[in-house]
């Protein structure tokens, strides 16, 4: 039997923190490079040590899914592609910065 209770407690933490990522000064931007993104976050981010769980979620191959925990003062944070990881991906990052925790997610299309 599942923890519905449970289940709801998570869905409704992740709505509380992509409410708080939305409320911030402005949007987190990325840039696809060859070998890389680059995630930017708001100013308000600049200076605070951010630890950030990253995905990228292939929608096609599963196998083509990157999860790393990178951490940033500066509100910048790379994540290495690897070679012929290309399509449609979703990017998720969860990150926390002075104890508050934040979402964000976008569809991206790697060439």
């Known amino acids: 039997m599942q923890d519905y209770y449970e289940q709801e407690l998570k869905f409704q933490k992740r709505i509380d923190e992509t409410e708080r990522a939305n409320a911030l000064s402005g949007e987190v931007k990325y840039e696809i490079k ?14 605070k040590q951010l630890d950030a769980h990253v995905l990228l979620y292939c929608t096609a191959d599963k196998s083509k899914d990157i999860q790393k925990d990178l951490s940033s003062s500066d509100a910048l944070i790379n994540v290495p592609l690897p070679a012929g990881n290309k399509g449609l991906h979703e990017l998720k990052i969860s990150w926390t910065a002075n104890g508050t925790s934040y979402y964000w997610e976008h569809k991206i299309f790697i060439q």
């Open 34 to 47: 060859e070998k890389e993104i680059t995630v930017r976050f708001p100013q308000e981010m600049r200076g």
